[in-house]
């Protein structure tokens, strides 16, 4: 039978498939192996740089969504020293980007201390680092400047005995300027040249020529293969708005404290930008990302040859803040332009009242202050200012000025970190003290003659702000009467104000996600430390009772107690974030719910005698001219502090609204602001835009409380 293949095909068959398998294994060899080792080699012809690819920053948004920082991408380019040697013409290059630079008003960093114009001269505004790089400079370079002017160099200084004329021409020769190139330009070549050199003998860091470039100077970098000029990407932090920016916060690179306390073990880069102040260290763990790797090839010219990513860089996640930035700028307004009204007022009276014959005197004026706009039934922040204000865009620009103006101290947030005394708002804790400790009953009266006359014996009797006869509790809040206070703080003693205060959150933080500090409630112990060789008199208790004397708090935490007495006696954790999503906003990734740090035991119901006393301050007491006729109902205290240090009084009011279906409670302090009375404005203006943006009318809020918002 015959056959269909023959051996012998069969065997050329087979020697051709192996010779194929062979190839095909020598070319797989490689690829997988040969080709992977020469780009990974950096002995062979292309060098291999792993870098780390920084990721975006997360954004932050107000409670409604609107955009309030992000992140955005920059470029900086770097001139690599060794590869622009390498170049047939490195001067031509410089003078290349220099005017492309110029032609687009790029600024690049050129310190030599030498003017940009002939004629050439030291440039006597150069700062200490500049001539100490110079001086450094010409030490490295000690022989050859000696043999090229044929004289001993003078290195005590920055200038070496040289005139400036003289540098520059040797400098011409040093870098190889030809002669045809104008002086200007010359001079121009020698800054950047010497910022390439000049790093040499000081080990500094690499030539930054310019930071943030535009997108042409990228592309004209691209277009003419400058090789020697490397072009790097980082993120910044861009703001879209003028307000917030004690809130906010701000960037920048972490301390090594910071590095060695937290994020060495978070695995944070030791040169990473972290979140220093505000929102942006608040939120640090939903707004920071995580970090790429990236391998560049580049061959023996420095020219890129291939990229690859290791891994992929991941954005940060999106954090809802719960302010509303229109909230906020109206209470950055209602600040500035009732305490500049108020100074300017100040200045004009003074001015008027002095005599002719008497040299001007300037008034005391008031130089600070702080506003909170809190959520009644959630704890959130609704708008916190502090004044002055300053652009967090401007921070790093006007940090010297701001951090070096200690009399107004911008970069202080005073609504956390100021500690003011409370005044005549402290009296809703003194009386719910008594009441709630059987010191006294709601038809308890004490009869006011404009004195307290207990310690007369003593030559000690504090005065009331009027004589205002018997009052109750209610009255004695709607009059403010010292008084009243004065005598139940006396009956019951400091340690029952005490604890009272602390109930309602004084001398604690208040759990809001910023730095905020913890104030002092009067106490013992409170003076021992302030006043160590002194005991405790009975002059401390009747100040404390009327919020004098050793009681300091934030206006945040002022806030919050008034929140706690609108809602009925839940002292709530305050918050600044409403909810984390992802970068795209496609998933909630975190829904901040309120918090509830204590509920006082009201059962015998005297916070509602609060509720009813601070109504009739707003209605017919010390705030009616302001908040009568307002279009809703205000519950409402005013306090007057005086101060040991200054002529004029410090301002405190407080707040809360609508009376029958509490949304808002609102705490303001002016420095030197005068009184309460005087600051009220500021929280009126921040009720308006409050209530104007709910879209309810007056009657509408009085009759149908379900409209609230």
């Given at each position: 039978?015959?056959?269909?293949?023959?051996?012998?095909?069969?065997?050329?068959?087979?020697?051709?498939?192996a010779?194929?398998?062979?190839?095909?294994?020598?070319?797989l060899?490689?690829?997988?192996?040969?080709?992977?080792?020469?780009?990974?080699?950096t002995?062979?012809?292309?060098?291999?740089?792993?870098?780390t690819?920084?990721?975006?920053?997360?954004?932050?948004?107000d409670?409604?969504?609107?955009?309030?920082?992000?992140?955005?991408?920059?470029?900086?380019?770097?001139?690599?020293?060794?590869?622009l040697?390498?170049?047939?013409?490195?001067?031509?290059?410089?003078?290349?980007?220099?005017?492309?630079?110029?032609?687009?008003?790029?600024?690049?960093?050129?310190?030599?201390?030498?003017?940009?114009?002939?004629?050439?001269?030291?440039?006597?505004?150069?700062?200490?680092?500049?001539?100490?790089?110079?001086?450094?400079?010409?030490?490295?370079?000690?022989?050859?400047?000696?043999?090229?002017?044929?004289?001993?160099?003078?290195?005590?200084?920055?200038?070496?005995?040289?005139?400036a004329t003289?540098?520059?021409s040797?400098?011409?020769?040093?870098?190889?300027?030809?002669?045809?190139?104008?002086?200007?330009?010359a001079?121009?070549i020698?800054?950047?040249?010497?910022?390439?050199?000049?790093?040499?003998?000081?080990?500094?860091n690499?030539?930054?020529?310019?930071?943030?470039?535009?997108?042409?100077?990228?592309?004209?970098?691209?277009?003419?293969?400058?090789?020697?000029?490397?072009?790097?990407?980082?993120?910044?932090?861009?703001?879209?708005?003028?307000?917030?920016?004690h809130?906010?916060?701000?960037?920048?690179?972490?301390?090594r404290?910071?590095?060695n306390?937290?994020?060495?073990?978070l695995?944070?880069?030791?040169?990473?930008q972290?979140?220093?102040?505000?929102?942006?260290?608040?939120?640090?763990?939903y707004?920071?990302?995580?970090?790429?790797?990236?391998?560049?090839?580049?061959?023996?010219?420095?020219?890129?040859?291939?990229?690859?990513?290791?891994?992929?860089?991941?954005?940060?996640?999106?954090?809802?803040?719960?302010?509303?930035?229109?909230?906020?700028?109206?209470?950055?307004?209602?600040?500035?332009?009732?305490?500049?009204?108020?100074?300017?007022?100040?200045?004009?009276?003074?001015?008027?009242?002095?005599?002719?014959n008497?040299?001007?005197q300037?008034?005391?004026?008031?130089?600070g202050?702080?506003?909170v706009?809190?959520?009644?039934?959630?704890?959130e922040v609704?708008?916190?200012?502090?004044?002055p204000?300053?652009?967090?865009?401007?921070?790093y620009t006007?940090?010297?000025?701001?951090?070096?103006?200690?009399?107004?101290?911008?970069l202080?947030?005073?609504?956390?970190?100021?500690?003011?005394?409370p005044?005549?708002?402290?009296?809703?804790?003194?009386?719910?003290?008594?009441?709630?400790?059987?010191?006294?009953?709601?038809e308890?009266t004490?009869?006011?003659?404009?004195?307290y006359?207990?310690?007369?014996?003593?030559?000690?009797?504090p005065?009331?702000?009027?004589?205002?006869?018997?009052?109750?509790?209610?009255?004695?809040?709607?009059?403010?009467?010292?008084?009243?206070?004065?005598?139940l703080?006396?009956?019951?003693?400091?340690?029952?104000?005490?604890?009272?205060?602390r109930?309602?959150?004084?001398?604690?933080?208040?759990?809001?996600?910023l730095?905020?500090?913890?104030?002092?409630?009067?106490?013992?112990?409170?003076?021992?430390?302030?006043?160590?060789?002194?005991?405790?008199?009975?002059?401390?208790?009747?100040?404390?009772?009327?919020?004098?004397?050793?009681?300091?708090?934030?206006?945040?935490?002022?806030a919050?107690?008034?929140?706690?007495?609108?809602?009925?006696?839940?002292?709530?954790?305050?918050?600044?974030l409403?909810?984390?999503?992802?970068?795209d906003?496609?998933?909630?990734?975190l829904?901040?719910?309120?918090?509830v740090?204590?509920?006082?035991?009201?059962?015998?119901?005297?916070?509602?005698?609060?509720?009813?006393?601070?109504?009739?301050?707003?209605?017919?007491?010390?705030?009616?001219?302001?908040?009568?006729?307002?279009?809703?109902e205000?519950?409402?205290k005013?306090?007057?502090?005086?101060?040991?240090?200054?002529?004029?009084?410090?301002?405190?009011?407080?707040?809360?609204?609508?009376y029958?279906?509490?949304?808002?409670?609102?705490?303001?302090v002016v420095?030197k602001?005068?009184?309460?009375?005087?600051?009220?404005?500021?929280?009126?203006?921040m009720?308006?835009?409050?209530?104007?943006?709910?879209?309810?009318?007056?009657?509408?809020i009085?009759?149908?409380?379900?409209l609230?918002?």
């Amino acid at each position: 039978m015959e056959k269909y293949v023959k051996p012998s095909r069969l065997i050329a068959m087979a020697l051709v498939l192996a010779v194929l398998l062979t190839v095909y294994a020598l070319t797989l060899y490689r690829i997988e192996a040969l080709d992977v080792k020469a780009l990974t080699d950096t002995s062979g012809s292309l060098t291999a740089v792993t870098t780390t690819v920084k990721a975006a920053r997360g954004p932050i948004l107000d409670r409604n969504g609107t955009l309030l920082v992000s992140d955005r991408e920059v470029h900086d380019i770097t001139i690599v020293r060794t590869s622009l040697l390498r170049e047939e013409d490195p001067n031509g290059t410089v003078l290349k980007l220099l005017n492309k630079a110029d032609e687009l008003g790029v600024e690049h960093t050129d310190t030599f201390p030498v003017t940009t114009t002939a004629p050439f001269e030291f440039d006597a505004y150069a700062s200490n680092t500049q001539r100490s790089w110079m001086t450094e400079y010409y030490k490295y370079f000690k022989n050859t400047l000696e043999t090229y002017f044929e004289r001993p160099m003078d290195y005590s200084d920055a200038n070496a005995g040289l005139t400036a004329t003289e540098l520059i021409s040797w400098m011409r020769e040093h870098y190889s300027i030809p002669y045809t190139v104008p002086a200007e330009d010359a001079r121009r070549i020698i800054g950047v040249r010497w910022e390439l050199e000049v790093r040499v003998p000081v080990q500094t860091n690499d030539y930054v020529f310019a930071e943030d470039v535009p997108d042409e100077l990228v592309s004209f970098i691209a277009e003419q293969n400058m090789t020697s000029v490397v072009i790097s990407t980082r993120s910044v932090r861009e703001y879209h708005t003028d307000h917030a920016a004690h809130l906010l916060g701000y960037v920048g690179a972490m301390t090594r404290d910071q590095y060695n306390d937290t994020y060495k073990a978070l695995g944070y880069p030791l040169n990473a930008q972290v979140g220093q102040s505000g929102v942006e260290a608040a939120f640090e763990e939903y707004l920071h990302g995580t970090d790429g790797k990236m391998t560049v090839y580049r061959d023996a010219s420095g020219a890129v040859n291939d990229v690859v990513t290791q891994t992929q860089a991941r954005a940060g996640n999106c954090v809802f803040l719960t302010i509303d930035i229109g909230l906020q700028a109206a209470t950055e307004a209602a600040l500035e332009t009732t305490i500049t009204e108020m100074n300017a007022q100040r200045l004009q009276e003074a001015e008027e009242n002095t005599p002719s014959n008497e040299a001007y005197q300037e008034p005391e004026l008031a130089k600070g202050g702080a506003a909170v706009m809190l959520e009644v039934d959630t704890g959130e922040v609704l708008a916190m200012a502090s004044y002055p204000f300053y652009d967090p865009a401007d921070y790093y620009t006007n940090y010297s000025e701001l951090s070096s103006d200690t009399d107004r101290s911008p970069l202080t947030n005073r609504a956390i970190a100021g500690i003011y005394n409370p005044g005549s708002t402290f009296k809703m804790v003194t009386a719910y003290a008594g009441l709630s400790g059987g010191t006294i009953t709601t038809e308890t009266t004490f009869d006011c003659t404009g004195r307290y006359m207990e310690y007369a014996a003593n030559l000690y009797t504090p005065r009331c702000t009027g004589r205002h006869g018997p009052l109750n509790v209610v009255g004695a809040l709607e009059k403010s009467c010292n008084v009243f206070f004065f005598s139940l703080g006396d009956k019951m003693g400091i340690n029952r104000m005490e604890e009272t205060a602390r109930l309602f959150g004084f001398g604690e933080r208040t759990g809001i996600e910023l730095n905020d500090k913890a104030g002092y409630v009067a106490s013992r112990e409170r003076k021992k430390q302030v006043l160590p060789d002194e005991g405790w008199y009975a002059a401390d208790t009747l100040m404390t009772a009327i919020g004098q004397g050793y009681s300091q708090f934030t206006p945040v935490q002022m806030a919050n107690y008034v929140a706690t007495i609108a809602n009925g006696g839940t002292l709530r954790n305050l918050t600044m974030l409403r909810n984390v999503s992802s970068f795209d906003y496609s998933d909630i990734l975190l829904k901040k719910e309120p918090t509830v740090r204590r509920v006082i035991d009201d059962s015998n119901g005297y916070i509602p005698v609060l509720q009813r006393g601070m109504r009739a301050v707003a209605r017919t007491g010390t705030a009616r001219l302001a908040l009568a006729n307002y279009q809703v109902e205000v519950a409402a205290k005013t306090g007057t502090v005086q101060s040991d240090t200054s002529d004029v009084n410090d301002g405190v009011f407080v707040c809360f609204a609508p009376y029958n279906d509490p949304e808002i409670a609102i705490a303001v302090v002016v420095e030197k602001g005068g009184s309460g009375s005087a600051i009220i404005q500021i929280a009126k203006d921040m009720m308006d835009a409050y209530f104007s943006d709910s879209g309810l009318s007056a009657q509408s809020i009085y009759t149908d409380n379900s409209l609230m918002r």
